[in-house]
């Protein structure tokens, strides 16, 4: 051999060797990485065939029963013991010999030549590769095998040294596997805190509302999901009562809504479901409405358990929750973003649901016991009887028993009371009469520019509008106009100055002139109609009276008006006065009552008594005028309010206060009634139209 090719394979063998040592240093380093024992195999296995330059290899572990598991595999099917099931059976038969074969157990390799067995039980290696095994052990036990197919050509001091390269291979796979080992332990100790924690919370409280918000907040961390909700049943529907990080929420929002209807559908039916983008296999009321929420919704994975209280079953604990009683509930996981459902995952939702459907029966149970406020305060006043103290007692009682007497007997005047401003009887809105820009604001009666509390008179200037298509339109016309007049004139000048005309061309002329003297006309009309809304763009006031509109200048000066659209309101100058009370739609009934029983006694109106904001120590009277009969939508706050018009003399308010739009309260007089319903009517009314209604 020459020097060169000498040369040539001292590079290469260089070169092999270090290539192997980068794939065992990155062998090493995958064995420190927090890697799943799925991601750590594929990337072991790789590597170490690679180092070996063979065919192919695979991982097999040891299951809780023994049996073992492929894991990963590279060229499994170029052995040819897949397509071979007699081959496969004496494989088989081989792996369980090596995984018990003392020497392998102990941490020792084995080499298996092509077509060689065990003993007479069938156990052989039935390939034509050599088959090399390597133990794959933690500190406590064996897990697994790693078999790799090598050429079987290779001299007996090549083959072992491919088994010690495996055996150390396979002591930095035992290394990452006791790691894993460790965070797993670490991991379930933690898991288990959690589950202790959770179980704790979710019974410390029989409040079912609270418990409901507890199961929700400490579900989702225990389960580690997007989020976590709680319906309760309430007669044939679910509510939904938590959303776990949520410690408000609005209950008639379209979400809440349809999430609600799905818990109920899926509690008709008493089964769990879980949806993960499949919905071949549900019933079709669950169907709809689980498509609908998804619809709004966009979640990817979710689940709905129905809550109940377990049956004890002595013959069968394992099938506790499909004898549970009737659902009172449901519990509802859902992920967001993703749609997996990892087995651990899973049961932590069973060990959850389970733990709820406890805590919830227990707490619904004793939310529904019979007088149970009663019972708390009994059993929170023993004191109150004892030698010592009895007494006090019965001086308080008595004191309790008269109150509640005088609270029945004794006479008061029902006033219901309201907010509402002073305002004209006459009042008129300035409307656009047509388009335009406003460019100019009017002036009052003082010559100072109009704004809200000037007092103007009527067919006085309020606005100048801009209109430029109008101006256009009737510089258009009169153009037009001219041209046609002059056209009219040269007809008649030829239809009288010539004596030559044929009588052909005579009446061609005569037909001429009527049209021209009909556009004439058309021009004319279409010029007054014009003017007409030209001079709708000055805009005069109605009537005497007070402007009643605040911010005029900012809201209608260089800006666009339509027609018909309001610009202004005057307050009449002179004439009657009168209160528009808002009152609370609730307290209808009871002024309409007090309005029909004074009628039979021959009144003729209600009293109202009211205070103005600028002089609140002066309580003036008028009477109930005018009752409008449908009520108006406010704010949420106020709710509906039906405008109650209240005749007054306005001689009885000074003249400085005489103001449209001031602030008034009043209140108007239906009669008198007991203490009690005086000061307790708004209770009264919400019980009975809150709970006894309910209930009846």
Known sequence: MSSYEESVDSQLIEQTRIQIQALVAEIAQLSR?????GQFYGEFLNRLISALAALGGVIWTTGDNGQLALQYQINLQ??????????QKRHDQLLYKVLSNPVVVGGEGLLVPAHSGFGDDGAANPTDFLLVFGPLRTDLEMVGLVEVFQRSDAAEQVQRGYLRFILQMCELAGDFLKSHQLRHYSDRQVLW????????????????????????????????????????????????????????????????????????????????????????????QVEDALQEYVDDVHTKMIAI??????KPDREAAAEDQKDAEAPIGALIVEQIEDNRVVPSMAQRVDVVC??????????????????????????????????????????IAIGIVAALIALIVVPADFDLHAKGTLETVERREVYAGVEGQVYEMGKDNEGRTIEHGSWVKKGQ?????????????????????????????DLQHDLSGSNTLKPDERAKLRGELAESEQKITS????????DAQLADLEIHAPIDGQIMTWELENRLLNRPVQRGQSLLRIAASEGDWHLELHMSEDRMGHILRAETAAKLKGDESL???YVLATESGVTLKGHVSEIQRDAEVTDKDEGNVVLIKAGIDKNDIAKENLRAGATVTGKVHCGRRSLGYVWFHDLLSFIQSKIFFRFL
């Open 78 to 87: 170029q052995t040819g013991l897949i397509e071979d099931e007699e081959k």
């Open 461 to 489: 200037v309020l606005l100048r509008l801009h209109n430029f298509s109008l101006n256009a339109k009737k510089a258009d016309i009169a153009g037009q106009l001219s041209t046609e007049i002059q056209r009219r004139d």
């Open 193 to 284: 805190a959690k589950l202790e924690d959770f179980t704790r919370n979710v019974h410390a409280s029989l409040d079912p509302l609270e418990t409901a918000y507890t199961v929700a907040n400490e579900a989702r961390r225990l389960i580690e999901c997007d989020r976590v909700s709680v319906a309760l049943k309430k007669g044939g529907q679910c509510k939904i009562e938590a959303i776990s990080g949520q410690d408000v929420f609005d209950k008639r929002s379209n979400t809440v809504r349809l999430l609600g209807r799905l818990a109920s559908a899926v509690v008709a039916t008493g089964e769990p479901v879980w949806y993960a983008g499949d919905t071949r296999d549900l019933a079709p």
């Open 354 to 395: 389970r733990h709820s459907s406890i805590a919830m029966a227990n707490a619904m149970e004793h939310e529904n016991l019979f007088l149970l406020p009663l019972w708390r305060a009994i059993g929170k006043s023993k004191f109150i009887v004892q030698a010592r103290t009895l007494p006090k007692t019965i001086l």
């Open 305 to 310: 358990l129905p809550l109940g209280r377990p």
């Open 607 to 609: 009293d109202v008594y």
């Open 523 to 530: 021009f004319v009309e279409q010029s007054k109609v014009i």
């Open 33 to 37: 990485q927090n890697l799943t024992p």
